[in-house]
């Protein structure tokens, strides 16, 4: 049969893996146990004549499963790229020679070990599967962008550049957003010594000139449907008319509001008309426009300003921001700025716990400031006196002494609040179970702010991108920016996180990019960020479903729906493949064509375990493939020595870690088990959000099932891994293999 299943397995023994392996006993291990039907050797697989000796094997003797014995499968991934075959590594280089002693007292066990991987390879092909794309819907560039400020229009620009037409939404009248109301911006090129030009004019004739731009201004969406490539949007206009839009992917950049100073009543504001924040100032300085700026009390010309930074921000106060705003100290040098550079005889004071300018010219712009003879006062105000004029009590942190400034003008740097829209759907059912609660006490509801939505998503998970507790939309800075729990939607500007206008625009350019990539990779049924090219999809049988429900649940993605049956339904567009619906699903219905219980459960299955009496523990370590695995890599290459017990199969994320691969490693006879994931909490680094976290959930009830069966709790781990932990990783394995000569070999070995 043309589809019958033929494994060719290919042995390199180049970077020293033939120096130190039996070539031949491994040839021998593939055929034999691996049950490969074409098993070569070769000096370099990587090389041109050892990629051909492959594909040779693919096209003339019906391979069609390949397995390569060579280096970590995180290497040579351009060289190993084969069209229409299934693909396994057996790490030999990083997994078995790098990690283990060149000494003729290791080379037994060493040489175990690259077996076991040889085993555990074959196993893994048996039960994999080409996928295939699902054909769902064909390639749609359209890109659909929510806001039209800065970061808006540079995501728009940057994508119509690229050949994607775009359809900006902008809920105002006009574009340019906080921006357009800047007299001037903080300065972006060298010498980075005077405010700048806004810009915004220049950017929205761009805008307006463009003929791949479409712009939709007094609008809003009020529906958002589909999935990337397939997105369904509702545009409705103040007037009541609607049209509904197909787009590929979708670029969120709605921006920030000014926190409400109303807020901050011990600095007056609201009472003192001469407290203003830092927008109401720059809408000053737009009508002086170069003259000398007038309070707004009395229209007098302002001979002293005082500017209060952090003004109910960095504070863990109920209703003050806790975050850091990034841009308001480099806002408030700009500000004082304008008062110097039009009078050098005012008097101007920014007061501050800490100062950050970030930015490449940051250090810059506060040297300028200095020299045009902006004061830098290191304090803290505790309160605003009002009357004719403000005056400023606060603590001088330099002089330890308690200080009254009275001076025409206070100016508050209040920060930013995201327009993120609403919370996620678990925000709002905890939320409603606190309401619930206190009312059950007889105490108060806790007051809520209804926020209205942007995307009006239409998600059993809620309207908007999931928020972080500060509001910002849950994206990653270090790991995955742009990124949010909806495929295909990306984040950018300050809904994303603080930031000045230089670095919205920037921001904006990657996000553009992610959605371009997003759009294409959806039209060819291909997955995105992090697992991108993957054409594999979850898949379920519907005869063993029991309609738990957790699959849809614990989806970080709100890729799984349920039909009116109340089966689940995928979408595969949504779908990030980290196969946590498969580590969820207590009845292992769900699977990928290349990625599933049995891919996993067999190679556990397929190593050699020894009897109690031959001494040699076996220690299965599931490491996620995104920080664990890599971390393992970078300990191999830095010739970090492990135990030769150890057997590492690499898993998509360790939330699709199925229990059952737990209890069959148990019943196997493997002595000790380690789960490697990434670090979770609020600086999580998992690439799919929940994953490691909904995995320590479900390992913390493994201990009970050890007990039952007279096992200790000691056998198996869960490790949070950061992709840098090096040193860290065979220090854990190690020490696992000290706790099981401490606490002896499994009972269960046969």
């Known amino acids: 049969m043309a589809d019958e299943m033929k494994i060719g397995a290919y042995i390199c023994n180049g970077c020293g893996i033939g120096e130190r392996l039996d070539s031949s006993q491994l040839e021998m291990t593939a055929t034999r146990d691996g049950k490969a039907a074409v098993c070569q050797q070769h000096d370099f697989l990587c090389s041109e004549a050892g990629v051909k000796m492959i594909q040779d094997d693919i096209d003339n003797e019906g391979v069609n499963h390949v397995v390569l014995a060579a280096c970590s499968r995180r290497a040579k991934t351009e060289a190993f790229n084969f069209d229409n075959v299934t693909l396994s590594r057996a790490n030999l280089r990083e997994g078995v020679i790098w990690v283990r002693p060149d000494e003729d007292d290791q080379r037994e066990t060493t040489q175990e070990m690259a077996d076991d991987y040889i085993r555990m390879a074959c196993a893994e092909s048996k039960y994999m599967k080409i996928p295939e794309a699902s054909g769902q819907q064909s390639v749609n560039k359209n890109i659909l962008i929510a806001g039209g400020g800065v970061a808006g229009m540079t995501a728009a620009l940057e994508a119509s550049k690229a050949g994607y037409p775009c359809t900006i939404v902008e809920k105002s009248g006009e574009l340019g957003g906080a921006t357009a109301k800047l007299y001037k911006k903080i300065p972006t090129s060298a010498p980075y010594a005077d405010p700048e030009d806004n810009g915004v004019d220049a950017m929205v004739a761009a805008v307006e000139a463009d003929s791949n731009i479409t712009v939709c201004l007094n609008s809003t969406l009020t529906n958002t449907a589909g999935a990337p490539g397939r997105f369904a949007a509702d545009i409705s206009t103040e007037s009541g008319s609607t049209e509904t839009k197909d787009f590929g992917a979708i670029v969120q950049a709605s921006g920030f509001t000014e926190y409400d100073a109303n807020q901050l009543p011990e600095f007056a504001y609201g009472k003192n008309k001469d407290v ?59 500000q004082a700025m304008y008062f110097k550079d039009q009078n050098a005889d005012v008097d101007t004071t920014v007061l501050f716990s800490d100062l950050r300018t970030p930015g490449a010219g940051g250090e810059n712009f506060y040297r300028s400031g200095q020299k045009k003879g902006v004061i830098f006062t290191k304090g803290i105000a505790s309160e605003v006196v009002d009357g004719a004029n403000p005056t400023v009590k606060f603590k001088d942190l330099i002089l330890d002494e308690d200080v009254d400034l009275e001076v025409d003008m206070v100016v508050l740097a209040t920060g930013m609040v995201p327009n993120a829209g609403q919370p996620s759907r678990a925000e709002l059912t905890d939320q409603d179970n606190e309401d619930i609660a206190a009312e059950k006490a007889g105490e108060e509801k806790e007051i809520r702010i209804d926020v209205e939505s942007i995307l009006n998503l239409d998600y059993r998970q809620g309207k908007d991108v999931p928020h972080m507790d500060n509001g910002f939309a849950d994206s990653h800075f270090i790991c995955f920016p742009y990124e949010t729990q909806r495929t295909g939607i990306y984040t950018a500007g300050p809904v994303r996180r603080p930031m000045d206008t230089q670095q919205a625009m920037d921001d904006a350019m990657g996000a553009a990019m992610k959605a371009i990539a997003a759009a294409e990779n959806a039209g060819l049924g291909k997955a995105a960020h992090p697992r991108v090219a993957d054409l594999s999809f979850p898949t379920f049988r519907a005869e063993g479903c029991t309609q738990c429900k957790r699959c849809t649940v614990e989806c970080p993605f709100g890729a799984i729906n349920e039909t009116d049956d109340g089966y689940p339904e995928f979408n595969e567009s949504r779908c990030r493949r980290c196969g946590t619906c498969m580590g969820a699903c207590p009845v292992r219905v769900i699977s990928f064509e290349n990625y599933s219980i049995d891919t996993v459960g067999q190679q556990l299955k397929a190593v050699d375990i020894p009897d109690e009496f031959d001494e040699k523990p076996r220690i299965l370590v599931l490491a996620c493939e995104n920080d664990a695995y890599p971390a393992l890599d970078m300990a191999a290459q830095n010739k970090l020595e492990y135990s030769a017990f150890t057997r590492i199969i690499p898993v998509r994320c360790l939330g699709s870690v199925s229990l059952s691969w737990i209890t069959d490693s148990m019943n196997s006879g493997y002595d ?67 706790t099981i000569e401490q606490i002896g070999m499994s009972p269960f070995k046969f």
């Open 276 to 334: 203003v924040t830092q927008m109401e100032l720059e809408a000053l300085a737009k009508e002086a426009d170069g003259g000398a700026i007038k309070r707004p009390s009395d229209g007098k010309e302002v001979q002293s300003v005082l500017f209060i930074q952090c003004a109910g921000q960095r504070s863990k106060k109920e209703g003050h921001l806790e975050h850091c705003s990034g841009y308001c100290c480099s806002a408030s040098i700009k």
């Open 672 to 738: 000790g088990i380690i789960l490697m994931g990434c670090p979770s909490g609020d600086d999580y680094q998992c690439h799919f959000v929940k994953g490691s976290l909904m995995a320590q959930e479900r390992m913390s009830k493994v201990g009970d099932t050890l007990e039952s069966l007279s096992l200790e709790k000691e056998r198996v781990q869960t490790y949070e891994i950061s992709i840098t932990d090096i040193h860290k990783v065979p220090k854990i394995i190690n020490e696992m293999v000290d």
